[in-house]
Nanobody, 124 residues
Framework: QVQLVESGGGLVQAGGSLRLSCAAS????????MGWFRQAPGKEREFVAA????????DYADSVKGRGTISRDNAKNTVYLQMNSLKPEDTAVYYC?????????????????WGQGTQVTVSS
């Protein structure tokens, strides 16, 4: 069992920035690809970004390319999502996810563990 705890969400004005963090309780963190997903009310959960176990490979949804950066600190068992130039359409609950695989995937079904989510609200 892997526990994931997100933090860093909140209310921000359009054009602002947020840095989300996800702390994982696992002894094999460097072997876990990590992903960020988000879900707005009435919408399906959508892919945001993913990073390989080593941190050398990343993938981003088109909607956040150029504005979002995923990174990880394996010594701290933590993955981050830096979001800049935030837009109202970025408003959603953001979820951290961990995979037993080291390869980053964009499909939510490829992830085995999920955090409870953190709310991000962007006002116009």
């Amino acid at each position: 069992q892997v526990q994931l705890v997100e933090s860093g969400g909140g209310l921000v004005q359009a054009g602002g920035s947020l840095r989300l963090s996800c702390a994982a309780s696992t002894r094999t963190f460097s072997s876990n690809a990590m992903g960020w997903f988000r879900q707005a009310p009435g919408k399906e959960r959508e892919f945001v970004a993913a990073i390989s176990g080593s941190g050398r490979s990343t993938d981003y949804a088109d909607s956040v390319k150029g504005r979002g950066t995923i990174s990880r600190d394996n010594a701290k068992n933590t993955v981050y999502l830096q979001m800049n130039s935030l837009k109202p359409e970025d408003t959603a609950v953001y979820y951290c996810a961990a995979s037993r695989r080291v390869i980053p995937f964009s499909r939510s079904s490829e992830y085995d563990y999920w955090g409870q989510g953190t709310q991000v609200t962007v006002s116009s």
